[in-house]
């Protein structure tokens, strides 16, 4: 079983519908799905390749080598147990954190990158606006509070997974959900790892050279009153390669209140028929920034149970 693979340029000519639909598909059944085509230059890609891999190798590779993985791992390994241990190095890219200056072109290398990114995450929630029967940039203006403002959060983790010499021992990063609204990531196209659960089997997310995976996250599930659903997935350690994943995340301000959309509720509860049953269906309105302090907790942690605190507040 593979992830399906879909060609966002046929969006703009005579296959738009069938593409329309096959995106409805994935995000209804998925909850995972890779873009080749997406508009983002090969070129722009290799620079990005190159100057995360120059990154891990000249400025974290040795620090992870005394990190706390690490450590841990070689605790597990002498008491012959097992633990919840991440094998994963990562620094996070935002507009006002600081960001590596060694390596040549890094920084403008990645701020095209990024720049380029948010604007494909905007395309792919118009595509989900459209195909959910939502207003032309629905999503997006309720990530940024409604308010006309810019205030989504866009962030862009780098995560490298080194070799690890006990790979059974430890995960390369723990089965969870992404808490927040749209993701891309731009993952190694050599070494996989990268897995999602699909009627409760492991399924690899295939290497796809140059291709943008989609998947969405807590926030999207939420707002599509559970048509579109946020899927667990996880990252495998390895014993041989070094995979590289660059993972941007547009989510909602810490301020934003989500709450599934008021057209979705009609449409999802039409054939109910008692008011406790429509209660029931829908998510709880709450205040982003208050479901990241749960999910900050819970990350972990089956998702239903950060929904119902929330709604506790």
């Keep these: 079983m593979a992830i399906p693979v879909i060609d966002f340029s046929k969006l ?23 873009l080749v085509n997406h508009g983002i230059s090969v070129e722009l890609l290799e620079k990005v390749k190159r100057v995360s891999s120059e990154c891990f190798k000249k400025e974290r590779e040795e620090n992870f080598k005394k990190s706390t993985a690490v450590k841990l791992l070689n605790e597990i390994v002498e008491n012959n147990s097992s633990g919840n241990v991440d094998w994963e190095d990562v620094f996070l890219l935002t507009d006002d954190n600081e960001w590596p200056s060694n390596i040549p072109q890094f920084r403008e290398t990645m701020e095209e990158y990024r720049s380029e990114l948010k604007k494909l995450a905007e395309r792919v929630m118009e595509v989900m606006d459209e195909n959910l029967g939502l207003t032309k940039g629905y ?11 810019e205030n989504a959060f866009f962030g862009t983790k780098i995560s490298h997974y080194p070799p690890c010499p006990h790979p059974e021992k430890v995960n390369g990063l723990r089965a969870h959900t992404d808490a927040g609204g749209v993701i891309l990531l731009y993952q190694d196209d050599q070494v996989n790892g990268l897995q999602i659960l699909k009627d409760g089997e492991w399924i690899d997310v295939q290497p796809v050279e140059n291709a943008i995976v989609i998947n969405t996250g807590d926030q999207i599930e939420v707002l599509s009153n559970g048509k579109y659903k946020s899927v667990w997935h996880r990252v495998l350690a390895k014993e041989i390669g070094n995979r590289r994943s660059i993972a941007s995340f547009y989510n909602p301000s810490l301020k934003a209140t989500i709450a599934p959309a008021p057209e979705l509720i009609v ?47």
């Design 12 to 34: 703009n000519g005579e296959e738009r519908a069938k593409t329309l639909a096959q995106i409805a598909t994935c995000c209804e059944e998925w909850g995972f799905f890779q």
């Design 139 to 149: 999503i997006k203006k309720a990530f940024n509070n409604n308010n006309g403002e």
């Design 267 to 313: 449409e999802n509860n039409s054939n109910k028929d008692n008011k406790e049953e429509v209660e029931l269906s829908t998510y709880p309105a709450f205040v982003f920034g208050d479901y990241m302090n749960v999910y900050t907790e819970q990350k972990f942690l089956p998702k239903e149970p950060r929904f119902r605190a929330v709604r506790a507040m």
